[in-house]
T-cell receptor, first 113, second 115 residues
Framework: AQKVTQAQTEISVVEKEDVTLDCVYETRDTTYYLFWYKQPPSGELVFLIRRNSFDEQNEISGRYSWNFQKSTSSFNFTITASQVVDSAVYFCALRNDFNKFYFGSGTKLNVKP | EAQVTQNPRYLITVTGKKLTVTCSQNMNHEYMSWYRQDPGLGLRQIYYSMNVEVTDKGDVPEGYKVSRKEKRNFPLILESPSPNQTSLYFC??????????????FGSGTRLTVV
């Protein structure tokens, strides 16, 4: 069975705090792809990052960083020095080699000024 | 600009009145899919299509129909909408090439209310 779990339903932080959004996945496939999407209050879904199962390198993009660990089946997302504009719902997703997507239930991040 | 275009953005309709939500992509993507998003349930797949004339059920297909007569278009049809189909709907497309597996490009969403 394939599954993506985002245990944090909602997180509130004060601006400039660092925050980590957790994502744990289950799959028996050896080839798979992991994604993070952002859904701001306006509602659209914005692609943030893609990782394939053979690439465990961490990635940093500005204030965003991602930690992929196959040993713990986790693909966590950290925002450094959070800003109000980071307030959104964040979805983690897994895509298997048969092009089936599995989405987590999302984590709502509230960044307060 | 590469994009997935959904229309309409907002729709209020009455129970039983057939409606179609259109979805069109300009990226020559093979794979297209429809999702509905409900509070606490995340994104659930309704139908997907691997290519022209190839469609298949997702996790919650009841009450919906789709067609894929052209590569760029993938309309979602509600033959007899009911209030439990009130939701936020997203169309998405992607490539399906094997070695470079891209994520979805999503449409802007359609907020449907059935009264």
């Amino acid at each position: 069975a394939q599954k993506v779990t985002q245990a944090q339903t909602e997180i509130s932080v004060v601006e400039k705090e660092d925050v980590t959004l957790d994502c744990v996945y289950e799959t028996r496939d050896t080839t798979y792809y992991l994604f993070w999407y952002k859904q701001p209050p306006s509602g659209e879904l914005v692609f943030l990052i893609r990782r394939n199962s053979f690439d465990e390198q961490n990635e940093i993009s500005g204030r965003y960083s991602w930690n992929f660990q196959k040993s713990t089946s986790s693909f966590n997302f950290t925002i450094t020095a959070s800003q109000v504009v980071d307030s959104a719902v964040y979805f983690c997703a897994l895509r298997n080699d048969f092009n089936k997507f599995y989405f987590g239930s999302g984590t709502k991040l509230n960044v307060k000024p | 600009e590469a994009q997935v275009t959904q229309n309409p953005r907002y729709l209020i309709t009455v129970t039983g009145k057939k409606l179609t939500v259109t979805c069109s992509q300009n990226m020559n993507h093979e794979y297209m899919s429809w999702y509905r998003q409900d509070p606490g349930l995340g994104l659930r797949q309704i139908y997907y299509s691997m290519n022209v004339e190839v469609t298949d059920k997702g996790d919650v297909p009841e009450g919906y129909k789709v067609s894929r007569k052209e590569k760029r278009n993938f309309p979602l049809i509600l033959e007899s909408p009911s209030p439990n189909q009130t939701s936020l709907y997203f169309c998405a497309s992607s490539l399906t090439s094997g070695t470079l597996n891209y994520g979805y490009t999503f449409g802007s969403g359609t907020r449907l209310t059935v009264v």
